[in-house]
């Protein structure tokens, strides 16, 4: 089977820099994403990675290890709109099914 | 604008009642799934579908029942043998050589 370990809550203060950690135990790796969903409101795309290393897209970077079966996500110049649950998830197999883990509450305050 | 639109966003159901979540999309995505969210969990996985007229069970499928007659629907049952149905429902789809899930806004469902 799949699981993703995630840590439940992270709490920062506006401007801080946040690291939220994902690791993994799966067959047939194919890559880690991670989405950011608000109260109430859909998952959003983030990032994904497939290959070890660090992708940055603005505020927001994530790395990933396959070898260790591990990743983060990085948020920098927090700010209070970051305030929302982070999650998770891995392609594997051949079905290419998404699997994601419980999520990490963010809490920000100023 | 291209995207998955569920409906409706909020239904109440009563005890013993069926009732069906709509799921429609316009991004010519082959695969899509329905999740389940329960409050402060994350996503599980209920049925997904990756072509036309096949799908399959999800991690929890029990008491949900689901069609795929066109690639641009996905409609899900909750039937009355789903013990506990009060939840968030979100819909997803992905090309099949894709990377990004693009949800739906959800459904939020009560059984009062």
């Known amino acids: 089977g799949q699981s993703l370990e995630q840590p439940s809550e992270v709490t920062a203060v506006e401007g801080a820099i946040v690291q939220i950690n994902c690791t993994y135990q799966?067959?047939?790796?194919?890559?880690l994403s991670w989405y950011q969903q608000h109260d109430g409101g859909a998952p959003t795309f983030l990032s994904y990675?497939?290959?070890?290393g660090l992708e940055e897209t603005g505020r927001f970077s994530s790395f990933l290890s396959r070898s260790d079966s591990y990743g983060y996500l990085l948020l920098q110049e927090l700010q209070m709109k970051d305030s929302a649950s982070y999650f998770c998830?891995?392609?594997?197999?051949?079905?290419?099914?998404?699997?994601f883990g419980r999520g990490t509450s963010l809490i920000v305050h100023p | 604008d291209g995207g998955i639109t569920q409906s409706p966003k909020y239904l109440f159901r009563k005890e013993g009642q069926n009732v069906t979540l709509s799921c429609e999309q316009n991004?010519?995505?082959?695969?899509m799934y329905w999740y389940r969210q329960d409050p402060g969990q994350g996503l599980r996985l209920i049925y997904y579908?990756?072509?036309?007229?096949?799908?399959q069970k999800g991690d929890i499928a029990e008491g949900y029942s689901v069609s795929r007659e066109k690639k641009e629907s996905f409609p899900l049952t909750v039937t009355s043998a789903q013990k506990n149905p009060t939840a968030f429902y979100l819909c997803?789809?992905?090309?099949?050589?894709?990377?990004?899930?693009?949800f739906g806004e959800g459904s939020w469902l009560t059984v009062v």
């Open positions: 997803a789809s992905t090309p099949n050589s894709g990377n990004t899930i693009y």
């Open positions: 799966t067959s047939g790796f194919y890559g």
């Open positions: 990675n497939a290959l070890d």
């Open positions: 998830a891995v392609k594997s197999g051949g079905s290419y099914i998404p699997t």
């Open positions: 991004l010519n995505h082959d695969a």
């Open positions: 579908s990756q072509i036309v007229n096949d799908f």
